[in-house]
Nanobody
Framework: VQLQASGGGLVQVGDSLRLSCAAS????????MGWFRQAPGKEREFVAA????????YYADSVKGRFTISRDNTKNTAYLQMNSLKPEDTAVYYC???????????????????WGQGTQVTVSS
């Protein structure tokens, strides 16, 4: 599975962005999808995840209520809608996929086998 993340950019505080993660090589049937981010000097952190069936969804407390993860299995693509962006949301955002992942591990980067290349999101104040 090859993942291609896109949609990042430079925005102002309070703006919105939608990230996309397109998969190729094989269908994402059965795969859970996750979004992670990594700011300079910090470890990669969990942002959101979604099961193959689009439910349930999981969010980091820091983005709950502002970000929405979704997927379109017909397009083999996952999305991260980011609203009310804050400067602390600035990071490189990565999408990830895994076929066999248990709920208790869904927030951990090491649980995912496949990763996209990352897309930069910069929120300017």
């Amino acid at each position: 599975v090859q993942l291609q993340a896109s949609g990042g950019g430079l925005v102002q505080v309070g703006d919105s962005l939608r990230l996309s993660c397109a998969a190729s090589g094989r269908t994402l049937s059965g795969y859970a999808m996750g979004w992670f981010r990594q700011a300079p000097g910090k470890e990669r952190e969990f942002v959101a995840a979604v099961r193959w069936s689009a439910s349930p969804t999981y969010y980091a407390d820091s983005v709950k209520g502002r970000f929405t993860i979704s997927r379109d299995n017909t397009k083999n693509t996952a999305y991260l809608q980011m609203n009310s962006l804050k400067p602390e949301d600035t990071a490189v955002y990565y999408c990830a996929a895994d076929l066999r992942i248990i709920t208790s591990m869904i927030r951990f980067p090491a649980s995912y086998d496949y990763w996209g290349q990352g897309t930069q999101v910069t929120v300017s104040s």
